[in-house]
Structures are given as C-alpha cells and as structure tokens.
C-alpha cells in the first residue's frame, strides 16, 4: 500500500468513526443496549486518534495531508466527545 492510500484510507476512517454515534443514537433509540459497543468504539476511537497523530508527525505540518488527517481527526473527536458527554 502506498503512501497515498495510507492517508486515503486513514482519512476513511477517521470519515466513519465520525459517524458512529449517529447509529449508536439510532439503535439506542430502538432500544438496543449499545453500551458494549460505544466501550469498544472509545477503544477504536483512541486507536484512530493516535494513528493520526502519527501520521501527522510523520508528514511534518507543511503538507496538505496533514492538514486533512487533523481536520478528520477533529471532526471525529468532536463527534465522538459531544455523543459520550450526552450519553453520561
């Protein structure tokens, strides 16, 4: 895998994780237990995060692919943080 599909598919799923909460939303209003799966998402969210940081030190902060891979990670975080906070 290249570089470039690196980045690709890390800014995939930085784009998905993003949108967990909305089905974590959605199935806890159908009213399914989802508490086993945010833990195990927290996990898969923390192990994102930390491979975009990687790769933003890896590609230095002059590139515009860091630029993607931070924005991409914010959105996550942001979504990701904003669900636990209601959630709790």
């Known amino acids: 895998m290249s570089a ?8 995939e799923e930085l784009s998905a994780a993003k949108d967990w909460p909305k089905r974590f939303q959605k199935k806890s209003g159908d009213g399914f237990d989802v508490s086993h799966e945010v833990r195990e998402a927290d996990k898969k969210i ?27 990670m914010a959105d996550m975080l942001i979504s990701w943080h904003t669900f636990k906070d209601r959630i709790q």
Not at 4 to 11: A, F, M, P, R, Y
Not at 46 to 72: D, F, H, V, W
């Open 4 to 11: 470039d599909d690196t980045i690709n598919h890390l800014l």
């Open 46 to 72: 923390q192990a994102l995060e930390k491979l975009a940081q990687e790769a933003m030190k890896r590609l230095g902060c002059n590139r515009p692919e860091t630029r993607s891979i931070y924005q991409g």
